[in-house]
C-alpha cells in the first residue's frame, strides 16, 4: 500500500563533468554541484530551505556547506551510511517535506580521492571505532573484503568470474556512449579474467574507477515541482538498513538490500518485475550481483546466470542497469557511488539519458547503493522513482 | 608468504583481559551468564541481551575457513578470512603458513599468534595439521544462534 499519495518529487539533478579535479577544493565541488542541479530545476539557491550531506562534506555536519553556500535552512541533515547515504538522504528529505520541514531540499555529494591517492587496497579501519582492535592488524580493506564475499559466493552458488565479468561488459556497453565516463573503452568477458588479480577472485576490471567530483539534487514539495518545467519524477518507494556481522554469526552472501528492498517495493506497492531500468551500485562486479539478489530481481544463488550473456544491458537484456557506465566505467566521486546512481535513475525517468541507452518509456525505475563493505557492516538504501 | 608487519590492534578497556590471555598463548571467548551464548568480536554488553555478566573462557582454538582473499598488489600480499570457530562465531583474522593457492573454504585451521608491530599478540590460523592442507573438517558448531 502506497504511504504517500502525493510524494516529493526529484526536481534538479547533476553531475559535475570532471573526473579529476587536484586544483579545487571539495568544498568548491560541492557549490559547483550545487549550483548545477539548482540550474538543472530553474530553482534559485534562496529557494532551498533544507540541506542535507553525508561524511564527504567538510567541517562538522552540514553546518560549513551551510555557510560556504550561504544558505538559510530551517532543516538539515548528515546522516553517513556510506556511498549509500544519498539515496536515504533523498526519501529523508521527501519524508521532512511531507512532514512540513522544508520545501526545498538541496543534497550534495564530492570528493577527490583520486587526486588524494586513495585505493581500494587502503587499509579502511577506523581508529577509535569498537571494531578496530578486531580489524586493524589484519589488513582489511574494500578490495579484500569483497574478495572475501565473492569466493563465499562462489562456494555456495558456483557463481564463475566469467558471470561476474558479464556486469563490466555491460557497463563497459553503457560508457562507451557517455562522453564524461573515465573508461569508454568496450572490454569483453576475457578482458576482464586477462586483467591482474587483485584480491581473489575479483581482478582489475572487476573493481570501480577511483574518480573525483561529485553530484547534487533537489527534491521539492509536489507542488513547486508541478511549477517547473521539469518531467515529475516522484519518489514513491524507500527503504533503508544497516547489516553487519551478527555477533558473529556472519553470512557474507546476503546484503542490506534484501531489507531495504522489500521496505522500498511495499511502499511503492510494486514489484521488480514492474521496474524497467535499476541504478545498481557497483564498487564491484560482486556487489551489482548480490543486490540484484536481494533485491527479488532473481533467487538467491541465481544471480551469476542472471547477469551473464548481456542480460543487463540496455536494448539487449531483461534489466538495463547502470546505463550511465556507473561506477564500473563512469565514476565514483567522493569513493560514494550512490549519488550519480539517483542521477542516472532520473534521466531516465526524464527521457533524457544518452539516446543509444534509453529505456523506451522508461516509467518506473530503481536506484540501489550499497555504503561501507560488505564484508563487514554496511549501509543499504533503496528508491523506487516514478515518472508521472 | 613471507612475513607482513601486523598493524597494533591498540588495548581498550573492553580488550585488556582478551589480550592479558592472548600474551599467554590462550584464545579467550566472551560467554553470557544469561543467555548462554558467545558472541564476537568481544565487547563489555552481550550483543544478543545486553546482559553485562560475560565472563571469558578458554576457546579451542579451532575452527574452519568461512571465506578467504588474498591481497596482491600490494609490498607483502597477505590473506585476509573468516574463520569459523568450532564454538560458533566466525571471527575476522589472517590465515598464514601456507601458500595462497593452498587454501579453501570449509579447511580446518586452528590459532597461533603473532606479534604485531608493537609487540601485541594477534590471532591468526594456520592450518590445522600440518603437511595435510586439504583436509576438511565439519565445523562443530555447538551453541545455539
Redesign the interface.
Known amino acids: 500500500m502506497p504511504i504517500h499519495p502525493d510524494p516529493a518529487c526529484i526536481v534538479g539533478a547533476f553531475e559535475h563533468p570532471t573526473r579529476k579535479a587536484p586544483d579545487k577544493t571539495v568544498a568548491q565541488l560541492h557549490a559547483e554541484c550545487a549550483a548545477g542541479a539548482l540550474a538543472d530545476a530553474g530553482l534559485a539557491k534562496d529557494n532551498v530551505d533544507a540541506y542535507f550531506c553525508s561524511g564527504d562534506a567538510p567541517g562538522m555536519g552540514p553546518t560549513s556547506m551551510i555557510d560556504y553556500l550561504n544558505l538559510r535552512v530551517r532543516h538539515s541533515e548528515s546522516t553517513d551510511l556510506g556511498g549509500c547515504s544519498y539515496l536515504a538522504l533523498v526519501a529523508h528529505a521527501r519524508d521532512a517535506i511531507a512532514a512540513g520541514r522544508c520545501d526545498v531540499a538541496l543534497i550534495t555529494l564530492a570528493g577527490r580521492p583520486r587526486s588524494e591517492g586513495h585505493s581500494g587496497?587502503t587499509?579502511r579501519t577506523r581508529?577509535g571505532t569498537?571494531?578496530?582492535?578486531?580489524?586493524?592488524?589484519?589488513?582489511?580493506?574494500t578490495?579484500?573484503?569483497y574478495?572475501?564475499?565473492?569466493?563465499?559466493h562462489m562456494?555456495e552458488f558456483g557463481t564463475t568470474s566469467e558471470q561476474l565479468a558479464w556486469i563490466k561488459v555491460a557497463a563497459s556497453q553503457h560508457a562507451q556512449h557517455n562522453p564524461h565516463a573515465m573508461l569508454r573503452d568496450l572490454v569483453t568477458v576475457q578482458d576482464v579474467l586477462d586483467s591482474?588479480?587483485?584480491?581473489?577472485?575479483?581482478h582489475r576490471l572487476d573493481c570501480c574507477v577511483v574518480s573525483d567530483g561529485g553530484g547534487a539534487l533537489i527534491v521539492a514539495r509536489p507542488e513547486i515541482a508541478r511549477s517547473l518545467k521539469r518531467p515529475l519524477v516522484r519518489v514513491i518507494g524507500a527503504g533503508e538498513t544497516v547489516r553487519h556481522?551478527r555477533?558473529?554469526?556472519?553470512d557474507?552472501t546476503t546484503t542490506g538490500a534484501a531489507w531495504s528492498g522489500a521496505a522500498a517495493f511495499a511502499q511503492a506497492g510494486v514489484k521488480p518485475a514492474d521496474i524497467r531500468y535499476a541504478s545498481i551500485y557497483d564498487s564491484f562486479t560482486i556487489t551489482v550481483l548480490l543486490q540484484l539478489e536481494d533485491l527479488g530481481f532473481c533467487k538467491k544463488g541465481e544471480g551469476g546466470r542472471f547477469v551473464a550473456d548481456g542480460n543487463l544491458i540496455s536494448g539487449v537484456g531483461r534489466l538495463p542497469f547502470n546505463t550511465d557506465g556507473g561506477g564500473l566505467c563512469n565514476n565514483h566521486p567522493a569513493n560514494r557511488g550512490g549519488m550519480t546512481k539517483v542521477i542516472e535513475a532520473v534521466r531516465q525517468l526524464r527521457g533524457e539519458a544518452h539516446p543509444a541507452v534509453q529505456v523506451k518509456d522508461c516509467g518506473l525505475a530503481l536506484a540501489q547503493g550499497i555504503g561501507g563493505n560488505l564484508a563487514?557492516r554496511h549501509g543499504s538504501a533503496t528508491l523506487i522513482l516514478e515518472r508521472q | 608468504m613471507s612475513e607482513r608487519l601486523l598493524p597494533a590492534p591498540g588495548v581498550t578497556p573492553e580488550t585488556e583481559a582478551f589480550v592479558a590471555a592472548a600474551r599467554a598463548g590462550r584464545l579467550m571467548l566472551p560467554w553470557c551468564a544469561d543467555c548462554g551464548r558467545t558472541h564476537w568480536y568481544p565487547r563489555a554488553l552481550c550483543p544478543h541481551c545486553s546482559s553485562t555478566r560475560l565472563h571469558w573462557k578458554p576457546a579451542s582454538g579451532r575452527g574452519t575457513v568461512y571465506s578467504h582473499s588474498t591481497l596482491q598488489r600490494v609490498a607483502v600480499p597477505f590473506t585476509l578470512a573468516y574463520v569459523t570457530l568450532d564454538e560458533g562465531p566466525s571471527m575476522l583474522t589472517n590465515l598464514v603458513d601456507a601458500p595462497a593457492s593452498g587454501w579453501h573454504i570449509g579447511m580446518a585451521v586452528r590459532v597461533q599468534f603473532q606479534a604485531a608491530e608493537d609487540g601485541t599478540p594477534v590471532a591468526v590460523f594456520s592450518p590445522d595439521q600440518p603437511g595435510s592442507a586439504g583436509l576438511a573438517r565439519e565445523s562443530g558448531g555447538g551453541i545455539a544462534r
Open positions: 587496497t587499509p581508529a569498537p571494531e578496530a582492535p578486531w580489524e586493524a592488524p589484519y589488513g582489511l580493506s578490495v579484500n573484503g574478495g572475501m564475499v565473492a569466493q563465499r562456494h591482474p588479480l587483485i584480491s581473489d577472485p575479483l556481522g555477533a558473529g554469526n556472519v557474507l563487514t
